[in-house]
């Protein structure tokens, strides 16, 4: 006979105590949601635990749609992402794409490492190319912590690039869709969430980068 696990059912408890502070707020709060899908933005970001993607740009459901992975990597390759990617852009039509890295990831402290680390060390490499891209910058800087926290950085960048560089995105500017790609990052210390200025909204833009 199976049977919920006792931390599982505080989760279930939870979200019933969740349902009833959102209907509380307004009675329509679920109801309104069926049947539609609007947000104006795709968030890319880590699936690290501390990076609550909703909860630390406080919006609620419907409004941000999300894909997440180890360190926000996006690569032509990756099905999942970029069926996400479309979707978002050629569906929803969102008006930002936001990638957001934070500091201290364990996926790029993880990618600058001579380790291996199994089946992850094939994911680890899109990460480990971000580095050899900017090894000498990076092993510039004597403490391993200014390291990692310029790769974190580095790797967000990389990223809004090749967000860019998807013939989704091209082909929507090419449409003249209005849609703009930034990166930002993450503080888990402080839970504050920084610009890195890496806006990015023609395709002209790109041969700055
Ligand atoms: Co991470």
Redesign the pocket.
Known sequence: MSHTHDDLLQLLQNNKNWVNEKLGIRTDFFSRLKGIQTPQYLWIG?S?SRVPANEIVGLEPGELFVHRNI?NVVVASDINCMSVIQYAVEILKVKHIIVTG?YG???VDAAMQNQSFGLMDAWLAKIKAVYQKHQQKVDQLPNPDDRLHLMCELNVREQVLNVCQTSIVQNAWKNQQSLTVHGWIFDISDGVLVDLHTTIDEPGNLSQY
Do not use: Q
């Open positions: 880590c690290d360190a934070h990831c364990g996926g």
